[in-house]
């Protein structure tokens, strides 16, 4: 019998500043990673490498990049054991002229990138010929999960065409190595993100939808191939549940998601416990302040305990002496009491003035122990601060000034922790939401629209891929329009 698969997915789409964003982590980040990631019991990694906007001819960057990913499946097959999965959007492929402006680790995906239709042979067959040759240095992959939407897509195309994209690709692995698997990623849908495209308007697929498209793959007898996903059930009543490994997505962190440590609950833990009969995926997007529930998540699919004192070990596991203070900042973080959170944060910012020797799960720090707690010390003051900005607005009568002051407050805390990770994307908070909602400011409100990710166009084609690519700067933006109110409400 394998062994269950217990994974994480390193997502490098976002663009922002190391070692935030996978994508610029160096070798020595993806070592130590990889050991935390082992020490905790999970044995698959999947990666994204954000090949899609790989420009041709490819920038040094870019080549760095594919050498390093390559790089790193060796190092999880030979010195932990552990398979190696990347992932490919199905027919994403990049402005080559936009693209080449940038270097990778900066490229903004939105901007650089474009559907290729699936009904157009010689288009397709210059895709799948690009792709070739830039899969051939990562053929030591154990498979290639492709996933049937967001961002894939095309106006009009069916569910054959997506299946014949399937095959497309598993004739490639069939010249890249023998044995390679082709892993079919079910999420909204094919012809469901298809009609996304035609309309404008989102909803996810009926399971029959996706069901027809794994009868036309079973046709083709990709062998060998598998499933992931997020519809379990079905596949189990087609008599394939063995060859999938359920991917339950955002069990451990939201995608995209403004940088922000989550702990507490049953999500992550109750989430691995549900491990399929050939295991389970979770995903991050900012590994290094998302250990908690990485933690969590992998307790549960090993069916271990995840207490309190849990956490502590594993706290301590991260930094001797510390777990208790460790997990009582993670506690403060997940409430809704600022006083609790100001009482946290004097002993982490001593530990800050102190040499510290990182513990045997040092590589999930993902380099400096002190960046990890002055990050703790960020988040807090900026979660503190929502709080009280929070009950300044809702207090009635309400007082401006009080709210001019909170506000202020949460402004400067907000702008710190942003400039310290420089994440620009979506930014979705339901209680600062509810706070710049109730402040009625005009800036505001229109800021707030760009949420919607439907943008401006001719067709509802090009109306979705604007509202992608204005979504890529909407954290900045909202900050700039805070500013704005800010000032808006001192002069009334």
Partial sequence: MPEKIIGMYVHQHWAYKHPYAARTWTLDDWRGYCDGLHRLGYNTVMIWPVLEIAPNPLTESDKENIEKIAQVINILHQEYGMKALLTIAPNVAAKNEAAAKYAFQERPFFYCDYRVNPGDPAAMAEMIAWREKLLRPLANMDGLVIIDSDPGGYPGSTNEEF????????????????GIELVYWMHAGWEAYCRYYA??????????????TVRLLEKQNPEPWGLTGGRFSAMEAMGHGARMFPFPYGAIEGEPSFPMTNFGGEGAYATGKSSGPRGIMGNAQTHCIQLPNTF???RGAQGLSCAESDYVHFANDLIPGQGEGIVAAWKALAGTDAAQMAGAEPKLKMLADQSITPGPLKGLLLGDPKRFINDLVMQLRLRASLEEFHQAVFTRPMDKAEVAASFAAFIAAAETWQKQHNYKNNWSWPRMEEALLKLDNESLNSAMKAHSYIGEGQTPFEKVQNGFLTVETYTPRLIEA???ALEEIRTL
């Avoid at 299946?163 to 023998?178: C, G, T």
């Avoid at 309309?199 to 027809?212: K, L, N």
């Fill in 482 to 484: 805070m500013k704005k």
């Fill in 296 to 298: 969590a998540f992998a």
């Fill in 163 to 178: 299946v014949d994209l399937l095959m497309a690709h598993r004739n490639i692995l069939d010249r890249l190595r023998p």
């Fill in 199 to 212: 309309t404008a308007e989102f909803a996810m697929g009926p399971d029959e939808e996706t069901v027809e």
